[in-house]
């Protein structure tokens, strides 16, 4: 049972836009902390952007800050990611997760993929200079 899907990653310009969804079950979406992560340098796995789906500051990180915008879509169940004023440094596999059960608060201070029980598949998001 597939929980969460992402779609809308592709290739882009510098300076370009991309958004990417995410369709999660219903269990996955609601009162939860929906995420999108990026692979860094590393192989880590760290928090571009998230939202607690019944209300709250959404968090992101300050590398993408006035420029990626995180949303949702109850009606969807579907949480996007509007990816402005795109660089090079922003290319990555970009994945959306759910973290369950552990609120508003935790989800606006910056939350950390450990703490993310379900995964989707990853996107991958390409921008060339």
């Known amino acids: 049972q597939v929980q969460l899907q992402e779609s809308g990653g592709g290739s882009a310009q510098a300076g370009g836009s991309l958004r990417l969804s995410c369709a999660a079950s219903e269990h996955a979406y609601r009162g939860n902390c929906l995420a999108w992560f990026r692979q860094g340098p590393e192989n880590e796995r760290e928090a571009v952007a998230s939202i607690y789906t019944y209300g709250g500051s959404p968090y992101y990180a300050d590398s993408v800050k006035g420029r990626f915008t995180i949303s949702q879509d109850d009606a969807k169940n579907s949480v996007y990611l509007q990816m402005n004023n795109l660089k090079p440094e922003d290319t990555s596999m970009y994945y959306c997760?759910?973290?369950?059960?552990?609120?508003?608060?935790?989800?606006?201070?910056?939350?950390?993929?450990?703490?993310?029980?379900?995964w989707g598949q990853g996107t991958q998001v390409t921008v060339s200079s």
């Open positions: 997760a759910a973290s369950l059960n552990r609120g508003r608060r935790y989800c606006s201070s910056g939350p950390t993929g450990a703490d993310f029980e379900w």
